[in-house]
């Protein structure tokens, strides 16, 4: 077994979180270094509120200054972890592969935790409408039209459009002649950017983070995603930390012995959160009784 350090963890975390994240590439994302400060485990968003324009009443008339407004929006931080201890036994006799025993499951724990996050918020949004109790491929086509319809009609750009949708739900879009399969094109899509095809305009992801029958239709800007890796740890080596970064979810690893107990703690963490940010950029559909 090769020696381990932090190092070696978290640049296999990268390879790891690549793969495994889908909602937190989907949606705005606030850089860590954006709230730093005393502001505590809330970060504030600001939202630019949309602007019309006025008419001058003739040539020279008085015109009108309107401010300029912000809507913001407080974003909730959760501090999330995995903690086990390896004993002398473990990594002595044992532990075959450390990255495929220890650091895969860990990683992968929290960066479900972090996406978790973001899925909470798209599953407590109330639904706009409702697909049909029993599947029909009719129904489901006219229900993701009336999304589209609906986004369309909010001024919601047309670039950056997703369908974030359960499994159950990906089943009945599979039945849809208008879908396209990611797989079926042929360019890697599904693989590279964990999406299962294409409708009206919106890329589909799929999530087990979703409540079964949900589908979340949105632009990019309809939901913000905040993380931020944990600081270094004081009196620490460089070998006993590191933090890697990829897919928008970035973590800390700390790799440490435990003399009284003859025992390795290995602990990953970040802090992570999401809200909604506009909801005229999203629309929700569940499935109906």
Same mark, same amino acid.
């Given at each position: 077994?090769?020696?381990?350090?932090?190092?070696?963890?978290?640049?296999? *975390?990268?390879?790891?979180?690549?793969?495994?994240?889908?909602?937190?590439?989907?949606?705005?994302?606030?850089?860590?270094?954006?709230?730093?400060?005393?502001?505590?485990?809330? +970060?504030?968003?600001? %939202?630019?509120?949309?602007?019309?324009?006025?008419?001058?009443?003739?040539?020279?008339?008085?015109?009108?200054? /309107?401010?300029?407004?912000?809507?913001?929006?407080?974003?909730?931080?959760?501090?999330?972890?995995?903690?086990?201890?390896?004993?002398?036994? &473990?990594?002595?006799?044992?532990?075959?592969?450390?990255?495929?025993?220890?650091?895969?499951?860990?990683?992968?724990?929290?960066?479900?935790?972090?996406? /978790?996050?973001?899925?909470?918020?798209?599953?407590?949004?109330?639904? &706009?409408?409702?697909?049909?109790?029993?599947? /029909?491929? &009719?129904?489901?086509?006219?229900?993701?039209?009336?999304?589209?319809?609906?986004?369309?009609?909010?001024?919601?750009?047309?670039?950056?459009?997703?369908?974030?949708?359960?499994? &159950?739900?990906?089943?009945?879009?599979?039945?849809?002649?208008?879908?396209?399969?990611?797989?079926? %094109?042929?360019?890697?899509?599904?693989?590279?950017?964990?999406?299962?095809?294409? +409708?009206?305009?919106?890329?589909?992801?799929?999530?087990?983070?979703?409540?079964?029958?949900?589908?979340?239709?949105?632009?990019?800007?309809?939901?913000?995603?905040?993380?931020?890796?944990?600081?270094?740890?004081?009196?620490?080596?460089?070998?006993?930390?590191?933090?890697?970064?990829?897919?928008?979810?970035?973590?800390?690893?700390?790799?440490?012995?435990?003399?009284? +107990?003859?025992?390795?703690?290995?602990?990953?963490?970040?802090?992570?959160? *999401?809200? %909604?940010?506009?909801?005229?950029?999203?629309?929700?559909?569940?499935?109906?009784?």
């Amino acid at each position: 077994m090769a020696l381990v350090t932090a190092q070696g963890v978290s640049s296999l *975390a990268v390879a790891l979180l690549t793969r495994q994240l889908v909602l937190p590439m989907t949606v705005s994302r606030v850089p860590g270094g954006e709230f730093a400060g005393d502001t505590g485990d809330t +970060i504030t968003v600001r %939202v630019r509120t949309p602007r019309s324009a006025r008419t001058q009443a003739s040539p020279g008339a008085q015109i009108t200054y /309107d401010a300029l407004n912000e809507t913001p929006v407080d974003v909730e931080l959760s501090h999330l972890y995995d903690a086990t201890r390896l004993t002398d036994a &473990d990594l002595s006799l044992n532990l075959v592969d450390f990255a495929t025993q220890v650091t895969h499951p860990q990683v992968a724990s929290v960066a479900t935790g972090a996406e /978790d996050q973001l899925a909470a918020a798209m599953n407590s949004l109330p639904a &706009d409408a409702s697909f049909a109790a029993v599947a /029909d491929p &009719d129904d489901t086509d006219e229900q993701i039209l009336a999304a589209r319809e609906a986004l369309s009609e909010a001024d919601v750009p047309a670039g950056d459009r997703y369908l974030a949708c359960a499994p &159950d739900v990906i089943s009945r879009l599979l039945g849809v002649d208008k879908f396209v399969r990611a797989d079926a %094109v042929g360019d890697g899509t599904a693989i590279r950017e964990a999406t299962m095809g294409r +409708i009206y305009g919106f890329t589909v992801v799929e999530s087990n983070g979703l409540d079964a029958g949900t589908a979340v239709a949105y632009h990019r800007s309809g939901f913000v995603f905040a993380n931020r890796t944990p600081v270094p740890p004081r009196g620490l080596s460089s070998t006993q930390t590191a933090t890697a970064t990829s897919g928008g979810v970035s973590m800390r690893q700390i790799f440490q012995y435990q003399p009284d +107990i003859l025992s390795d703690a290995s602990v990953l963490s970040t802090f992570a959160g *999401a809200a %909604v940010v506009d909801s005229d950029r999203v629309y929700k559909i569940d499935i109906g009784s």
